[in-house]
């Protein structure tokens, strides 16, 4: 299953020491120490992959490594690299530490596929005994030690964020669909709950995720449980599927939106579109029949078959519509 909870700790790199050198040439005596290397930073970058937060699972402590000591002949010690982990999109980052330096965070959350945080800041390198020198100390001994590197735990807790969330009951097709309008390969087969996870894919600038099948019950935990619903919790848009070959679609769509209602306002309130999947597996006028009962609710079903590539241009019509509406929004602008 993916893990979506966890703690670690992180620890930026110190700086290095300064040194006390002094030049060897004769004549010239003066301080020749160099300053230390700054300590690695330890940031976070945002990617698609849910199963990401799975590298957590057993290693749990993380630290980026420590800026070079400074030489002679005015020689500074070498940074240190910054060390970057990879979280999934919707992750956000607790710090637990109580002590933490002013200004930094106590929350932190990865939006975007791409977004790079600081999350815990390298050491300073310490100065040589070049920095010290003056002209009533013209051969200063001094030194400084680097800074040590910022130390954190953190809590990560993945709440899954996607423009469209896939929903409906389990083996309707949404597999399929968000492997035909992405490259998510997807498993996909003819048996209920071949999704146990989420699955995310990329069309053009939207995110798509594919929830696991949902049952009646699955607010109070049956099934594959609540988990799921608090991460359709975080899509903007939801894409509800009704499989055509049910032997009553009407009261699996209401199935799926009374356990939506039963969680919270936050999900029922959410625009839908209804798709009608696997329509090429019934004839034309079930089909028809289908659609004429859900406009008897106030709904609109548009019927679906991945074979069928017209069908297949319609949902991409709806997702083009929504990347525009997603790029006029400033806000999402950075």
């Not at 009608?276 to 006028?285: C, H, I, T, Y």
């Amino acid at each position: 299953m993916i893990t979506d909870d966890v703690k670690i700790t992180v620890e930026a790199g110190h700086g290095g020491k300064g040194i006390v050198a002094f030049s060897k040439i004769k004549g010239e005596k003066g301080p020749m120490g160099g300053n230390g290397g700054n300590g690695g930073s330890v940031f976070f970058e945002g990617v698609a992959d849910l199963g990401a937060l799975r590298q957590f699972r057993f290693k749990k402590d993380y630290q980026a490594d420590d800026g070079e000591n400074g030489k002679s002949g005015l020689h500074d010690g070498a940074n240190a690299e910054d060390f970057t982990l990879l979280v999934p999109v919707g992750t956000v980052c607790h710090n637990l530490t109580s002590r933490r330096p002013r200004g930094s965070p106590k929350e932190i959350e990865i939006t975007k596929i791409g977004q790079r945080e600081l999350i815990a800041k390298g050491g300073k390198g310490g100065k040589g005994n070049w920095f010290f020198r003056s002209p009533i100390n013209t051969s200063p001994k001094e030194f400084e030690e680097g800074k040590p590197g910022e130390f954190f735990e953190l809590h990560l807790e993945l709440k899954m964020i996607a423009d469209v969330g896939f929903i409906g009951l389990p083996n309707v097709g949404k597999s399929s669909l968000l492997n035909e309008l992405t490259r998510a390969g997807a498993k996909v087969a003819n048996y209920p709950f071949t999704t146990l996870e989420p699955n995310l894919g990329v069309y053009f600038d939207l995110i798509l995720a594919d929830i696991p099948g949902l049952i009646e019950g699955a607010s109070t935990g049956k099934g594959l449980g609540i988990k799921f619903l608090r991460h359709i919790e975080r899509t903007k848009v939801l894409f509800h599927f009704v499989s055509a070959d049910s032997p009553d679609p009407l009261s699996d769509y209401k199935t799926v939106r009374n356990e939506l209602e039963t969680y919270g306002d936050l999900l029922i309130g959410k625009p839908e579109y209804i798709f009608l999947s696997k329509s090429d597996a019934v004839e034309p006028n079930v089909v028809l029949e289908i659609k004429k009962e859900f406009k008897e609710i106030s709904k609109e079903i548009t019927a679906i078959s991945i074979i069928e590539p017209d069908s297949i241009e319609a949902v991409k019509k709806i997702l083009n519509n929504i990347a525009s509406e997603k790029v006029a929004e400033p806000q999402n602008i950075d």
